[in-house]
């Protein structure tokens, strides 16, 4: 996540400039050859695109156009969108881009032609200049391997020296014109910037619109998701990596579902009166208003402020309720992978034969044996839980928050990785469901859309937690008898020691 204020300058020429202006944006529209690219894909990186760009039939298409019929690919590509607030325009038609907040500005749309033009252009310095055969090979192998932006950039780095000799050679290829939109502000001011930067997420979102954009997209580019992020990437930076942030980016954790799971925390908070926390059955059957809740919650008066942080544009939670919540999930996450792993042992722990479950089957034939979140193998032969057993047992570890009572802030009773790991706790809890999966037929929908599941796992975990607590108040009270009873020892040898 990058919170940095530093700028990065990049400069472009457009070819066949046209100016509008209208309102408060300026654009500027014409062509930029493939060669005059490199600069931008130089500094440049696809955080302010909503989509992350792979290599696909697509860019492959894109390659086949620059390379064989050049003198079609403006016709044939919508090009690139480019967002700045700050800029310079000289004579030539080239310009500088002060490019502060690289989440808002930068390559807006058209990361797929960028990233297929850096493709073919690495290509281009491969063969730059090299007579051995065997090393071309090689580098083309390892080449034809980068499927996405962030393994092209570490290629781009490596091949840096010839692709800036790129710039200075022309060919048919090398010169293909690229279609290119450059939005700025109208008023080069502070308060022009201000303004550029408040309504250029929404233009991003319009001129993407040819490919759905998921919420959770233009929700993490507006910074809803800043503070779990920081929580994450300081407690967790396994899962941080691996979430998928925004559409296409790589990673295999699911961000819908670990905003669900964000619930069992949030659930706990003293929310405003105008919101409600996730019911269990909601996080399992719809994701996606798990989402829309988070969402509405974080923009909530009372929970966060939007904020600009260096130059860019955040959600700082004031809340500190909230903020304990959000600082809980990473324990969450480490706890439902316990449940997760353990699930078909601490069943059978109460005389069943999990893996004789056809649903059970099911999901270990079409899931990977991975867990969840730390992505950490697990045995080949683990009969997997389906999500619809998971998540009541998940939803259980609310009752293991507590609110302080001085400060108000959530904590745990007692630490969910703890209670899990202890395999009695996991078979007695999973043992209070066996019952209603039986009447459910063993249906994990029903299973995870029945309140009632919720109910008996939080009420199994209540009376747990109500025994732990007992054994710890009476455990306290007997070391205190013992001290006490230490202290007359003592006293009592020290009388005696007096008197003699």
């Known amino acids: 996540m990058n919170m940095s204020s530093v700028s990065t300058e990049v400069n472009v020429k457009i070819e066949r400039l046209e100016e509008r202006t209208l309102g408060d944006l300026r654009r500027f529209s014409g062509f930029i050859k493939v060669r005059g690219m490199v600069d931008l894909i130089t ?69 797929h032609n960028t990233l297929a033009i850096a493709l073919y252009l690495l290509g281009e310095a491969i063969a730059l200049n090299n007579r051995d055969y065997s090393e071309v090979s090689k580098l083309r192998k390892e080449l034809r391997k980068v499927k996405t ?22 060919s048919a290829s090398r010169d293909a014109l690229v279609p290119v939109e450059l939005l700025v502000p109208n008023v080069a001011s502070e308060a022009g910037r201000e303004k550029f930067l408040n309504n250029i997420l929404d233009i991003c ?33 396994d899962v941080y990596r691996n979430v998928v942030w925004k559409t296409n980016e790589s990673g295999e954790i699911d961000l819908r579902f670990l905003i669900a799971l964000t619930w069992i925390s949030l659930g706990a908070v003293d929310l405003p009166a105008d919101l409600r926390p996730l019911p269990g059955t ?13 969402d509405m919650l974080i923009r ?24 304990s919540a959000l600082k809980m999930v ?11 792993a353990n699930y078909q042992d601490a069943y059978n722990a109460n005389g069943g034969k999990f893996g004789r479950i056809v649903e059970v089957k099911t999901e270990s034939n079409r899931k990977d044996h991975i867990a969840p979140f730390s992505r950490e193998q697990l045995d080949d032969d683990l009969c997997i ?9 998940a939803y259980g570890m609310r009752e293991l928050i507590q609110k302080n009572p001085e400060t108000g802030l959530l904590e745990w009773a007692i630490d969910p990785v703890e209670f899990f790991s202890n395999k009695d706790n996991l078979a007695q809890v999973i043992g209070s469901l066996k019952g209603i999966l039986r009447d459910a037929d063993y249906d994990p929908q029903r299973l995870g859309k029945n309140e009632s599941s919720y109910a008996q ?29 230490e202290k007359i020892k003592q006293l009592e040898a020290q009388l005696a020691a007096l008197k003699g």
């Open 457 to 485: 796992v939080a009420n199994t975990i209540k009376a747990m937690r109500l025994e732990f607590e007992n054994q710890r108040t009476a455990s306290e009270a007997q070391e205190k008898v013992i001290a006490a009873e």
């Open 282 to 294: 909601a996080a399992y059957g719809s994701k996606g208003a798990a989402f829309k809740r988070f």
């Open 300 to 323: 909530h008066k009372e929970v966060a402020e939007e904020r600009t942080d260096g130059n860019e544009k955040t959600w700082e939670i004031i809340n500190p309720q909230v903020e």
């Open 43 to 111: 500094n440049l990186d696809l955080e302010a695109n909503p989509r992350s760009a792979k290599r696909s039939s697509v860019t492959a298409d894109i390659i086949d156009t620059i390379t064989e019929t050049p003198e079609f690919y403006p016709f044939k590509s919508k090009g690139i969108l480019i967002g700045a607030a700050e800029y310079m325009k000289y004579d030539d038609d080239c310009f500088t881009l002060t490019i502060r907040n690289p989440r808002l500005e930068g390559i807006l749309d058209g990361g």
């Open 149 to 170: 932006w962030s393994q092209m950039k570490e290629k781009w780095q490596e091949m840096l020296p010839k692709l800036q000799l790129l710039k200075t050679m022309p």
């Open 205 to 237: 979102a319009a001129r993407n619109n040819n490919v759905q954009l998921k919420e959770e997209t233009i929700a993490n580019q507006s910074g809803v998701f800043d503070y779990l992020k920081r929580v994450l990437e300081e407690r967790r930076p």
């Open 385 to 393: 839980a389906p999500a619809g057993y998971m998540m009541p047992v």
């Open 330 to 340: 990473p324990q969450i996450l480490e706890a439902y992978d316990l449940i997760y």
